[in-house]
């Protein structure tokens, strides 16, 4: 498994580390909502709670999955 190396600030805490993490990850689509809050160690809904406040948007949808998903609206 290939590792990555990172230079942090020395008073970071490692929750924090991990949350920096998760949140970036998510935001870049390269994990999933469940697995960035698993990463972080919170339940998704204080994850989603997270995000918020770090301005990142909950639906992380590519432009086709948004499309399918305003199609299946229309059939409602």
């Known amino acids: 498994m290939p590792t990555l190396t990172v230079d942090v600030p020395i008073d970071i805490s490692q929750k924090d ?3 920096a993490i998760a949140v970036q990850l ?3 689509g ?6 960035a809050a698993d ?4 339940c998704v ?7 918020s406040e770090k301005k990142v ?3 992380n949808w590519d432009e086709k999955e948004l499309d399918k998903e305003l199609e299946n609206a229309d059939n409602f």
């Open 17 to 19: 580390l991990k949350i």
């Open 26 to 28: 998510y935001r870049e």
């Open 30 to 35: 390269k994990l999933t909502l469940k697995q």
């Open 39 to 42: 990463l972080a160690d919170f």
């Open 57 to 59: 948007s909950v639906i």
């Open 45 to 51: 809904e204080d994850f989603i709670k997270i995000l």
